[in-house]
């Protein structure tokens, strides 16, 4: 049986198109409830001040530079969405004195200019890079900064990045937020086109993906316009560079971030139910982290908020 259009955009794959009984048990679920979803593989944390949440999402990248040495060397991979964690990282750094010329770092993402057909530059008043180096990176003391050389950020040409999650580092966390449309990075949905016509990929393909130039769905532009544009759609790419599964399974743990800002109380509820349960559809992205054997959700306890139906 075909599978119903998306409520959001026909001509996409989204979490409107599965099965309606388990939106309705995911949107049910109590603070409590999320905790109870936790699995071998899967653990769910809440945290009840914003402060309490921002330092430990700060403090993973600590614990993933402290095990690096220069014959073996560690990093992270990290979001910029939250960012709110990247100045503490710097400043952690800072007060320890932690020596991070061994460490690396990962980007997540970045946009791409479909006019120039290469990743916007740094001077872009959105680039990911910019917000990385210059909420993080340039703040660290330069005695302790990792080396450029270490410094992975995805570009058009993916082959430098994609070559460096097999250059002999070991990525510690994948850390990531998660988007409106469930997706990690910008591991969006598929359009509903050509072989996905009738359905989506199946897991198995999704998860073979690698770092690549993806089409966004237009709840993530929407989203983006949202939390960092003011509003402004048309200022936001319609494309964009992600790492891919293929590289996200290659990080010990995958450790995703919930602070209310992104995603909304039903689909904060609807990812972890589904990764709990192993019910993985690649029309709903995080899903398929059911299938990495270490993910790690972590909410603030007040921007959870309730799937209850309120008029505004």
């Not at 070991?170 to 409106?180: E, K, L, Y």
């Amino acid at each position: 049986m075909t599978r119903k259009l998306s409520a959001i955009s026909p001509d996409w794959w989204d979490y409107t198109t599965i099965d309606q009984a388990i939106i309705e048990e995911a949107a049910r679920l109590t603070p409590t409830d999320l905790l109870q979803l936790s699995r071998p593989g899967f653990q769910v944390s809440i945290y009840e001040t914003l402060e309490e949440f921002y330092l430990a999402e700060a403090l993973e990248y600590i614990a993933a530079w402290k095990q690096s040495s220069a014959d073996n060397p560690v990093g992270i991979c990290g979001p910029i969405g939250p960012t709110e964690q990247l100045p503490l990282v710097a400043r952690l750094v800072n007060a320890l004195g932690l020596d991070l010329r061994s460490g690396h770092f990962w980007g997540m993402d970045e946009w791409f200019d479909v006019a120039t057909g290469k990743e916007v530059p740094v001077t872009h008043p959105l680039s990911f890079e910019r917000a990385d180096r210059e909420m993080c990176f340039n703040r660290i003391e330069k005695k302790l900064q990792i080396p450029d050389a270490h410094l992975h950020f995805p570009k058009a040409d993916t082959r430098v990045y994609r070559e460096s999650w097999d250059a002999g580092v070991r990525c510690a966390v994948m850390q990531g937020g998660q988007g409106d449309v469930k997706h990690w990075a910008f591991n969006d949905p598929l359009p509903r086109k050509g072989a996905y016509s009738d359905a989506p990929p199946s897991p198995e393909e999704y998860r073979s993906l690698a770092t690549r130039i993806v089409d966004l769905h237009p709840l993530t532009v929407a989203q983006n316009a949202r939390t960092s544009g003011g509003g402004n759609i048309s200022i936001v790419p319609v494309k964009a560079i992600t790492v891919g599964p293929a590289e996200t399974w290659k990080a010990e743990t995958v450790s995703i971030w919930h602070a209310g800002n992104h995603d909304n109380p039903f689909g904060q509820r609807l990812t972890a139910f589904m990764i709990s349960k192993r019910l993985t559809d690649a029309s709903v992205p995080m899903s398929l982290l059911a299938d990495h054997p270490n993910v790690r959700f972590s909410y603030f306890r007040g921007g959870i908020g309730s799937c209850a139906v309120e008029m505004h």
